[in-house]
């Protein structure tokens, strides 16, 4: 049984709570944050604490921390004998020799149920030995275990940032859409479903469909035409240049 | 028991022609197309033809054609009894009475599985009895049938672009931008998934993520000098704009 820290208590924090409690092979043995109105949740299923002094031993520490605190709470904890891993996807790994890095690449909402078996984690240590315990922790949650320098994740991440967060926002310029003509968005979600659906067993670049890869010139006019936000006419335009360029070089 | 002739042999027909052998309450009784080799796969299943001179009676003849053909393979079937519909988002209803559209607002791709019980079903009449017909042919294979007119079909055909067209775009991105660095893209699976599902019970606008949303400069400006590709780097910039913006506004 591997003993964990938990570091914070937002979205990351009680997800990765939650993972490792359901594992069987891990527990949490105490959850820290400065606050201790965000322990609340907390307080029934495990210790916790809002002092850093106060933390007790474990195999693992885990930063679920904004990206401009996670240095500084690490050196204040560097005496510990566990590994001091971060959850970060963009902070490089720290210097020190029991630095790690656990990165649940995945998007995380309060109230939200994942599946914790299909979250991708990217690991990294100082240590080929904090390495394997990284990934035998790791596997108690998910089969999905990749080992990733820093400099692999800062791309990973930035690849999040196009296929997660300017994806929503996708979603959210066909919910105006609909909105402006009194269509609810719920008739979109069929297809938002079944478009992330294709990808997960064809490569996206084979699947792409839509009046650009067809060259259809008299639709994208239209649609122009139709766009009366000038915000959404310009998305339009780069998108459907960028995959009439995409395809052109395949 | 509804009979439809389908006209076409494409992937919106091949997926009707199965949607509707499924539901029980319809029975596709041919299939129509001028090139022989395309009916190959339909002949051990029902009759079909090479010749509109051919075409045997039916309650409802189902245009999954290219848009620029529609109109002519319409009027020269017009004198059927049946209800003439096309499956186009874009196309509006043609003029004469028996004139319809059956829009199923999902991306077909052949050999992708799909639960036709939930493809919404947008339809139009020109005829309160022809709207009813349409209604219950198409409550046969889902409960998600709405009357929709021309003018919101060309809205809706638009939001598609967004949610289905766009973000496969920006899958293809991330595609793209995990190969550079030698990871797979199966590493953004799960993230992809869940960027959908959560939009399922969630406005798109409320569930937005990422360093747009909270302004976090720092890591836009990294992840700028990080795009090698100079029309990914504009796509950054434009949706990171374009989310700043609308949560101004909120």
Known sequence: MFSIVILGAGNVATHMFQAFQASG???????????PE????????????????????????????KDDVIESIAEQIQTKSGIIAHTSGSQSILRSSNSAVFYPLQTFSKGSKLNYSEIPFCLEANSEENLQILKTIASCISPEVFEISSAQRQTLHLAAVFVCNFTNHLYAIGESICKE??????????????????????????????????????????????????????????????????????
Chains 1, 2 share one sequence.
């Open 25 to 35: 092979n891990c527990s949490v043995v105490q959850v820290y944050n400065h606050r």
């Open 38 to 65: 965000s322990l609340k949740a907390f307080e029934k299923l495990t210790a916790t604490t809002t002092e850093l002094s106060e933390l007790i031993e474990a195999d693992m520490y885990l930063l679920c921390l």
């Open 181 to 250: 003509d009194d269509m609810p968005f719920d008739i979109l979600k069929a297809l938002i479903q079944e478009t992330s659906a294709k990808v997960q067993i064809n490569p996206p670049s084979e699947v792409q469909t839509g009046p650009a890869i067809r060259k259809d010139e008299s639709t994208i006019k239209r649609h122009l035409s139709q766009l009366k936000d000038q915000n959404h006419k310009e998305i339009y335009q780069l998108l459907t240049q960028s995959i009439k360029q995409k395809h052109d070089k395949l």
